[in-house]
């Protein structure tokens, strides 16, 4: 059954079970997190309280930025995720699954804006993304989603124990150039868990972290993730890696709205 859910757009990809810190400042986006947070939220830094579920929708930005941007242009069409906004401002073009983020620690300021740390839930599929008057650049968009299923697949074992070999070579690859996967440290055992933490450890470009989160099941994803391991191992093998850019390398985990 398809539920409401708040829509946050971003230039990253949200996996379950992941940690992403954000700093929200765009106002339509500081209001999505005042009206989720609630009236008792106090100025200064918060962890995990026992409360209701405090969560909103994480979906990659195909084309367009974080922030909502004007255009002198009418477009005459209107898909899922790029509408177009009071005829002269719409919202990026997003992907239509996405994942829930779970609010765990939240610092506020005293202009409004806001540093979170989300944790990644559950998948979802896009059935409506809202429009958003322009005239209003604190209203934020939501959309009509239904869940998506977290399976397993066949032969799963198989496929996390060879995904695990290769990024032991990849990591070990990293290493002697001077690089490494974040702060990864030991991959979870469970093929579910597994193959959404290493699609988050794996230095790839967002359209190919997109493909790994819309996978049917983690089978599939380990699979998926085992070809792309074998690519980078080449890569990172190569004499000529320290020509390549270090930008993912140097990212440091802050994504902004």
Not at 8 to 24: C, D, E, I, R, S
Not at 235 to 245: G, S, Y
Request: proline share 9%; glycine share 8%.
């Amino acid at each position: 059954m398809a539920q409401a859910l708040p829509i946050f757009p971003l230039n990253t990809v949200l996996f379950p079970g992941v940690n992403v810190p954000l700093h929200v400042f765009e106002p339509r986006y500081r209001r999505l997190v005042s009206e989720l947070l609630g009236p008792t939220l106090t100025r200064g830094e918060l962890a995990g309280r026992d409360r209701s579920p405090r969560r909103f929708g994480v979906v990659w930005i195909e084309l367009g930025h974080e922030v909502a941007a004007t255009s002198s242009a009418q477009s005459t069409e209107n898909p899922v995720g790029a509408p177009t906004l009071g005829g002269d401002v719409r919202l990026p073009r997003v992907s239509a699954t996405g994942c829930t983020a779970l609010v765990r620690n939240v610092r506020t300021y005293d202009d409004g804006r806001y540093d979170l740390v989300v944790e990644g839930g559950t998948r979802f599929t896009v059935e409506d993304l809202s429009e958003v008057d322009a005239s209003s650049p604190d209203v934020y968009p939501t959309a009509s989603v239904s869940f998506l299923p977290e399976g397993v697949g066949p032969d799963a074992d198989e496929h996390a124990e060879r995904v695990r070999a290769l990024f032991e070579v990849y990591r070990e690859r990293l290493s002697a150039a001077g690089l490494s996967p974040g702060t990864f440290v030991d991959p979870p055992k469970d093929p579910i868990p597994l193959s959404y933490a290493l699609s988050e450890a794996v230095v790839l470009d967002q359209a190919e972290k997109q493909r790994l989160l819309e996978a049917e099941d983690a089978a599939t994803r380990l699979a998926v993730l085992a070809r792309f391991l074998r690519r980078e191992n080449r890569i990172v093998h190569t004499p000529t890696l320290n020509t390549l850019p270090a930008g993912p390398f140097l990212n440091n985990g802050v994504s902004f709205n």
